[in-house]
């Protein structure tokens, strides 16, 4: 069964850096669309950002394009988001989502999140 752990949130001044990281196992990774999403209290969870299944071709929503990069590694099965000039806004848990099967974009994993908390 797979297996998402998020990790790297934390609280961070405006302006500050922060760097998410999600391991999967005990899957086929390589062959997975990987995803993070966000949902902020009260909110919705919304797609961040996706990244396809050899790391070459990526999709950004508004707000994170020129701020936020997403990377993967399928030697080490893990995928990263990479986040700065963080804002107030920006605060939510932070998750970590998997195809549910090959080369799928509908998510049917999911890791039990990471705090991100931006103060101003």
């Known amino acids: 069964q797979v297996q998402l752990v998020e990790s790297g949130g934390g609280l961070v001044q405006t302006g500050g850096s922060l760097r998410l990281s999600c391991a999967a196992s005990?899957?086929?990774?390589?062959?997975?669309?990987m995803a993070w999403f966000r949902q902020a209290p009260g909110k919705e969870r919304e797609l961040v950002a996706r990244?396809?299944?050899?790391?070459?071709?990526?999709y950004y929503v508004d707000f994170a394009k020129g701020r936020f990069t997403i990377s993967r590694d399928n030697s080490k099965n893990t995928v990263s988001l990479q986040m700065n000039n963080l804002k107030p806004e920006d605060a939510a848990t932070y998750y970590c989502?998997?195809?549910?099967?090959?080369?799928?974009?509908?998510?049917?994993?999911w890791g039990q999140g990471t705090q991100v908390t931006v103060s101003s």
């Open positions: 990244i396809n299944w050899t790391g070459d071709d990526t």
């Open positions: 005990g899957h086929t990774f390589s062959a997975y669309i």
């Open positions: 989502a998997m195809g549910e099967r090959p080369y799928s974009y509908d998510y049917g994993v």
